[in-house]
């Protein structure tokens, strides 16, 4: 693996064909995460760095998958990557240890959710929800996930399954990529794993135990 600070420069000679993944994130998001306090992070040239890894092989499914509800999965990832380099490529000592996150208030979150309930079959972005908020994606990543007890994108994927459970149980009208569609998943087989996950039933058999 190679990590490129800004600044630096990295010529590679290669013998053989290889794949490559290039992942650019924003120096905003290191600022963020130390609380806009500079700090020169040292670069890694060819090293193993598994959680890192890992990390990237989650970005790289996505991009692969071309799911347009990964988006929101992307940011949060995103930023547990720079939070990975802060703490392994920073000289000494990782960032301080954060004390408990605060909480949203009550007003925040019944905001976000009647704009996520509003919203279910767009593409949800983190930036978004955390500027409603007046946050930085990291801290409302930490103060949400501090209040729901999960991280948002999980939250909106709740809801998406929400959604479909009464629009199946409503009506047998609309197929089930429409109801795919109309809930935010890209396509049918998005919301069967989605759906499966979180009740155990595909669509199909739960609409049937719905409408008996």
């Known amino acids: 693996m190679f990590f490129l600070p800004p600044g630096h420069d990295c010529e590679v000679d290669l013998h053989t064909p290889l794949d490559t993944v290039h992942i650019h994130l924003h120096s905003?998001?290191?600022?963020?995460?130390?609380?806009?306090?500079?700090?020169?992070?040292?670069?890694?040239?060819?090293?193993?760095?598994?959680?890192?890894?890992?990390?990237?092989?989650?970005?790289?499914?996505?991009?692969?998958?071309?799911?347009s509800s990964n988006a929101l999965i992307a940011d949060s990832v995103a930023l547990a990557i720079a939070s990975r380099l802060i703490l392994t490529r920073s000289p000494g000592s990782g960032?301080?240890?954060?004390?408990?996150?605060?909480?949203?208030?009550?007003?925040?979150i019944r905001v976000i959710r009647e704009f996520i309930e509003e919203n279910l079959s767009t593409d949800i972005r983190l930036d978004e929800l955390a500027g409603m908020c007046?946050?930085?994606?990291?801290?409302?990543?930490?103060?949400?996930?501090?209040?729901?007890?999960?991280?948002?994108?999980?939250?909106?994927?709740?809801?998406?399954?929400?959604?479909?459970?009464?629009?199946?149980?409503?009506?047998?009208?609309?197929?089930?990529?429409?109801?795919?569609?109309?809930?935010?998943?890209?396509?049918?087989?998005?919301?069967?794993?989605?759906?499966?996950?979180?009740?155990?039933?595909?669509?199909?058999?739960y609409r049937r135990s719905a409408q008996v």
């Open 28 to 67: 905003e998001l290191f600022q963020e995460l130390t609380n806009d306090v500079r700090i020169e992070l040292e670069p890694l040239f060819g090293e193993a760095e598994v959680i890192t890894y890992h990390l990237m092989s989650v970005v790289e499914q996505m991009l692969r998958e071309e799911e």
């Open 134 to 205: 007046g946050m930085s994606p990291a801290h409302f990543i930490r103060r949400f996930k501090a209040t729901t007890g999960v991280p948002p994108h999980r939250y909106v994927l709740q809801l998406r399954v929400e959604q479909a459970r009464r629009l199946l149980a409503g009506s047998s009208i609309r197929s089930l990529p429409e109801i795919a569609l109309a809930c935010g998943f890209s396509h049918q087989q998005h919301l069967t794993s989605a759906f499966r996950r979180f009740t155990g039933l595909t669509p199909a058999a």
């Open 95 to 108: 960032p301080q240890r954060r004390g408990r996150a605060r909480q949203l208030n009550t007003r925040q």
